[in-house]
């Protein structure tokens, strides 16, 4: 089986940096995926990591550490826009995605 | 944008009749899936197809049943709707990535309402 962990909300100020954590417990590994979902809208991919170590995309960087079963997120300058529900969500065996249920994120001025 | 486009995207009927989605990607995608996104239970794969006629179960796929006959098209029906399947319905693909691995990438979603 498989269970996937984040908070399910947060609150960060406009220009600050906020870290969204996620544990996972599963039965294979091939990869883990961070999403972000606007409301009303389709998720849209973020960030891949499959081996540990920090991976930086501009503002967004993602963590994996296999051994712990661990991931974050980590948003710096905070945007309006970056208020969304993120998701995150790991593959463990023929191309599916167990999906963690998600952390709220509400960015405040 | 995958080219994957999903219809309706919007659909209310009642409880007892059959429900036919549509996912549409014009990419030549091999992998496609259907999700669920249900308030508190986050995105749950309903079906996955990984070729014309090959399909496969996900955690959630009783009551549901997929067909692919082309490559471009994935259909989920709902045999005889229930008010426990309204939900928002994903489509989505997988894709390579240039870095190495593969991704989903989503439809926009249909919304469906079961009275």
């Known amino acids: 089986g498989q269970n996937i962990d984040q908070p399910t909300e947060m609150t960060a100020t406009e220009g600050a940096i906020v870290q969204i954590n996620c544990t996972y417990q599963?039965?294979?590994?091939?990869?883990l995926f961070w999403y972000q979902q606007h409301a009303g809208e389709a998720p849209t991919f973020l960030s891949y990591n499959v081996l540990d170590g920090l991976e930086e995309k501009g503002r967004f960087s993602s963590f994996l550490s296999r051994s712990k079963g661990y991931s974050y997120l980590l948003l710096k300058e905070l945007q309006m826009k970056d208020s969304a529900s993120y998701l995150c969500?790991?593959?463990?065996?023929?191309?599916?995605?167990?999906f963690g249920k998600g952390t709220s994120l509400l960015v405040t001025p | 944008d995958a080219g994957i486009t999903q219809s309706p995207r919007h659909k209310v009927t009642e409880t007892g009749t059959p429900v036919t989605l549509r996912c549409h990607q014009t990419e030549n995608h091999r992998y496609m899936y259907w999700y669920r996104q249900d308030p508190g239970h986050g995105l749950r794969l309903i079906h996955y197809s990984y070729g014309v006629k090959d399909t496969d179960k996900g955690e959630v796929s009783d009551g549901y049943s997929v067909s692919r006959s082309k490559t471009e098209d994935f259909l989920l029906t709902l045999e005889s709707a229930t008010s426990s399947q309204t939900s928002v319905y994903f489509c989505?693909?997988?894709?390579?990535?240039?870095?190495?691995?593969?991704?989903?990438?989503f439809g926009p979603g249909t919304r469906l309402t079961v009275l």
């Open positions: 599963t039965s294979g590994f091939n990869g």
């Open positions: 969500a790991v593959e463990n065996s023929g191309y599916a995605l167990n």
């Open positions: 989505a693909i997988s894709e390579s990535l240039a870095g190495g691995g593969d991704t989903q990438y």
